[in-house]
């Protein structure tokens, strides 16, 4: 059964740094897009960043990193990592990933991804 699970969330200080992890597990993220959304209280999801399928590992970010945010892939680990620098109180959210087999990051919304892990919560706090 396809699964995926997020770590690395936590509370952080504004100016902090965070890695978040998204690990698959019965599937292979080889052809799998990987995006990464989040929900503040309150708030619509919204997308962070995307990166592609295929071997090109294509990505797309969301403006409103203002590039802050970096998505990479470790196939050996089958485990997708966004990156997060100069958080800001404004970051503090839920972060979900979601995959969707042989996709391309052009413009991603939550509706695109068929798979979704449970999330991790991130807070940017002093």
């Known amino acids: 059964q396809l699964q995926l699970v997020e770590s690395g969330g936590g509370l952080v200080q504004p100016g902090g740094s965070l890695r978040l992890s998204c690990t698959a597990s019965?599937?292979?993220?080889?052809?799998?897009?990987i995006g990464w959304f989040r929900q503040a209280p309150g708030k619509e999801r919204e997308v962070v960043g995307c990166?592609?399928?295929?071997?090109?590992?294509?990505?797309y970010y969301a403006d409103s990193g203002n590039g802050r945010f970096t998505i990479s892939r470790d196939k050996g680990k089958n485990t997708v990592y966004l990156q997060i620098i100069g958080l800001k109180p404004e970051d503090t959210a839920v972060y979900y990933c979601?995959?969707?087999?042989?996709?391309?990051?052009?413009?991603?919304?939550?509706?695109?991804?068929?798979?979704w892990g449970q999330g991790t919560q991130v807070t940017v706090s002093a």
């Open positions: 990166i592609s399928s295929g071997g090109d590992d294509h990505t």
């Open positions: 019965g599937f292979t993220l080889d052809y799998y897009a």
């Open positions: 979601a995959a969707q087999p042989y996709y391309y990051c052009s413009i991603p919304t939550p509706t695109d991804f068929g798979s």
